[in-house]
């Protein structure tokens, strides 16, 4: 069975341009999860999403936004990039009858200059 | 301000010690986990724990949940060198929500 998919791996991108990422949940999956990881701040929630629909948003401003797929797959979008935004934006994916089990991709590595 | 504070944030020993790392809070949590997280891969989950009180334990480790709810700890006995990594402990509030602790570093040395 394959895991969380997460692509790009890795990216770099200049101040005030705008990133796309994508997250391919486990198959049967129909919950993800996004989150920042910096090495200050540590991991922090984004957002969650559930059968097309946000069901909890994180502490971030709206350049950040996201939306899942009726196959649940996930994206987020980050728009009006800044150098705070480097970071790893890390996918989560979980079954709706065992969500305390979160299952994460690898990330991808975001770099802004 | 975080909603989990883990300590120590750095640990350094050697093979065959036993080491413990902290995760607090003041907020009650439904369920809490921890993680292992390696470089350039994702955390991966080791346990949840529910119950207040609850102890867990996955061969050379021990987890505990507090009995109210708002902290917990980890304990590695006779640490290996394939322990190393970050160790993040993670709560949940409700709703599917996790808020994780900033993380303990380890590394187990030959």
């Known amino acids: 069975k394959a895991g969380v998919t997460q692509t790009p791996r890795y990216l770099i991108k200049t101040r005030g341009q705008q990133v796309t990422l994508s997250c391919s949940p486990i198959?049967?999956?129909?919950?993800v999860s996004w989150y920042q990881q910096t090495p200050g701040q540590g991991l922090q929630f984004l957002f969650e999403?559930?059968?097309?629909?946000?069901?909890n948003k994180g502490n971030f401003p709206g350049r950040f936004s996201g939306r899942q797929f009726s196959n649940s797959r996930s994206e987020m979008n980050v728009s009006t990039l800044e150098l705070g935004d480097s970071a790893l934006y890390l996918c989560?994916?979980?079954?709706?009858?065992?969500?305390?089990?979160?299952?994460f991709g690898a990330g991808t590595r975001l770099s802004v200059l | 301000t975080q909603l989990l504070e883990q300590s120590p944030q750095f640990l350094s020993i050697q093979e065959g010690e036993n080491l413990t790392v902290y995760c607090n809070s003041s907020?009650?949590?439904?369920?809490l986990q921890w993680y292992r997280q390696e470089p350039g891969e994702g955390p991966v989950l080791l346990v949840t724990?529910?119950?207040?009180?609850e102890v867990k334990k996955l061969k050379r480790l021990t987890f505990q949940f507090g009995d109210a709810r708002k902290d917990s700890s980890l304990h590695i006995t006779a640490a290996q060198p394939g322990d190393t990594g970050l160790y993040l402990c993670?709560?949940?509030?409700?709703?599917?929500?996790?808020?994780f602790g900033t993380g303990t570093s380890l590394t187990v040395i030959p």
């Open positions: 989560a994916s979980s079954l709706l009858t065992a969500k305390n089990i979160q299952y």
């Open positions: 198959s049967g999956h129909r919950s």
């Open positions: 999403y559930f059968s097309e629909t946000q069901r």
């Open positions: 907020s009650v949590f439904s369920s």
């Open positions: 724990v529910v119950t207040g009180g």
């Open positions: 993670a709560g949940e509030l409700g709703g599917n929500q996790f808020y």
